[in-house]
């Protein structure tokens, strides 16, 4: 596809980029699961990575694979209330007929959410559904009527850490009982952050989940980084030099959002594609992409942490950015149970990783050092502006340590917050 004078990078969270790369295996794999049918592994999936990996990204990938197969694809997203309510009204919708829009070859349908695959046996299957059955219902009648046709349904939810605890079980039993129990072609596949692994994932009542094929998105390794910057350029009838390439594949951090920024930076500071990308505008390019993370990932990375897990950070921004486990404990207020949890979470959600694994992964001689989700400086500058009322998170009293007990940190998606109490507490969550 030629773009003429049209920018090829999408610096926007969830928006197709015109080149994907290092994404073929798990798209592989998922086609293979769907081939297979309900008894594949790989049929149910869960992928997880941090903000700028690539989550939504990958999930219409994958349900524009099902829809050419002749799937029925429903794809919804769990950050506002009512998922279950939402997907009920998207199927109903598409079974009115109305509001439909083609994609041009007159073979996918899409419908409020629900597309619809080249078998035009799907538009009748939509309408054996009927108004007020309940969601289990639904998606029984809708899975058998497509695997009437020799298809079936794949439900895509996004932002499933986002979901309310309660609707999100209902799903799950439901999803459960009609794939699972019943053996329908009822696949799924669901996009979150990490920290669902300390959430949902840890809770034994959200079986179905944890039963699923549990993905962690890989980074984007620098040949793969370097193959999308020089292919992008390309599809916008633009130069790069080798060297410019290099410098901005060696930027991105294996992030897929932080190389559309890179790449976005780039081709405007450079003025393409009526010039070239040197290393001047790649350069140029880093530093602002640097600003701009710190704005949209690292701080609202930073914001969403405890305070145990920050005074974490701020031991190793302290020791210059990277220390072993037996530096970092040394000296520490906080015990070292507390220590590991704080290090599970933060490595969890890319915000630290072990610079020396392939010599001590798990020992006291493991180096750490900061991840792709959060930057050395964005700590930093916490700290500097915390030092300005004579108190940090690396300088807290021993007698607040018991105040900085782990908390519950439950995700209250209707009060935009989380579990204050502490991590084991009785009764019902509380934001404040």
Known sequence: MQFGTRNPFTPTFGFAPHVLIGRDGLLSASGLALEEGPGSSGFSALYMGPRGSGKTVLLNEIEDHAARRGWTVISVDA????????????IEWAASGDDRSSDGSEQITTVKGVRIGPFHARRESLRRVQPRWSLRRQLTELASAAADSGAGVLLSIDEMHRCES???????????????RGQMPLAFAGAS?????????????????????????PLIDAADAFRFV?????????????EAARLLADACDGL???????????WRIAGAPDSGIDSDAALESIRVTASVMQDRVYRPTFDS?????????????????????????????LSAAQMATAEQWLMDNACIEVVNAHEHPAGPEAEIGFGCALAASTVAERIEIESGYGRTEATVTHESARALSPRCNHPMPRARARCILRLGHRGGHRSR
Do not use: W
């Open 256 to 266: 897929p959002y932080q190389m559309q920024l890179l790449g976005d930076h780039a």
């Open 193 to 217: 952050l990490p920290e669902i692994k300390h959430t949902y994932l840890a809770d034994d009542r959200f079986s179905f989940f944890r039963r699923c094929e549990c993905v962690d998105l």
């Open 305 to 333: 942490l405890t305070p145990i897990e920050r005074r974490y950070l701020a031991a190793l921004a302290e020791h210059g950015g990277t220390a072993t486990r037996r530096d970092l404990g040394t000296g520490s207020r």
């Open 166 to 180: 309660d609707a999100l079980l209902r799903l799950a039993n439901d999803i459960q009982h009609v794939a699972k």
């Open 230 to 242: 020089t292919e992008s350029v390309t599809a916008g009838a633009g130069e790069c030099t080798l």
């Open 79 to 90: 950050a506002s209330t009512g998922v279950g309510e939402r997907i009920s009204e998207m």
